[in-house]
């Protein structure tokens, strides 16, 4: 898992989704208590095996458990809250794709957009975006969740990417490709609307 995590973070890169210290995916098991996510301040594009930083999670909040030179990702509060609701294999994946993040900024909903395209609504269920929340805050964590909309029943969310104006998109997958399909999905659509 943590080479595919490796070679999308190249690809977004190589995509200028994210510059060199941008963006941040985590992956939790099936079953397990701990998740591993990437570090904070590392130039994504050259992560190593070794960098990736293990963290617990509990009632009480997340804890690092390796790697304590380097620190968690500054969106650990996103991952920890999604990631903790979930029982199932699951990777969380956040960039900043340039047409999705275009698209909210000249005012469009990326859930009213998917509609109109059945080559994204098929597989891709995009959430309503979330107000304009500062970065690295409990509060984006908290409404990125709750836009994913998780369902108790099923135990799984609805929505499997949402947008944060100005600022990027969270998806959610079984394995890090999934994930990145939402995403790259959802970015051809972006494009199209805006041209």
């Known amino acids: 898992m943590i080479n595919d995590i490796i070679n999308i973070l190249n690809d977004s890169y190589k995509k200028n989704w994210i510059t060199p210290r941008d963006g941040n995916i985590s992956y939790k098991p099936s079953g397990s208590n701990k998740f591993i996510i990437t570090p904070s301040g590392l130039r994504k594009q050259e992560l190593k095996e070794s960098d990736f930083i293990e963290v617990e999670i509990s009632d009480k909040g997340w804890k690092q458990l390796n790697n304590f030179n380097l620190k968690p990702s500054g969106e650990i509060e996103l991952h920890y809250e999604i990631l903790k609701s979930i029982k199932n294999d699951t990777c969380v994946i ?36 979330t107000e304009n929340i500062p970065p690295l805050t409990k509060e984006l964590a908290l409404q990125c969740k709750s836009k994913l ?9 609805v929505n499997d990417i949402v947008g944060i104006p100005n600022h990027g998109t969270v998806s959610i997958g079984s394995n890090a490709y999934d994930a990145y399909e939402h995403v790259e999905r959802l970015e051809h659509i972006a494009a199209i609307v805006l041209k």
Do not use: Q
């Not at 000249?106 to 080559?119: R, T, V, Y």
């Not at 909309?149 to 969310?157: G, I, P, Q, V």
């Open 94 to 129: 956040h960039l900043h794709p340039t047409h999705t993040i275009s698209a909210m900024y000249a005012g469009f909903n990326l859930a009213k957009i998917a509609k109109s395209f059945p080559e994204l609504s098929r597989y891709t269920n995009v959430a309503n975006n």
């Open 149 to 157: 909309l998780f369902d108790n029943e099923r135990c799984k969310f």
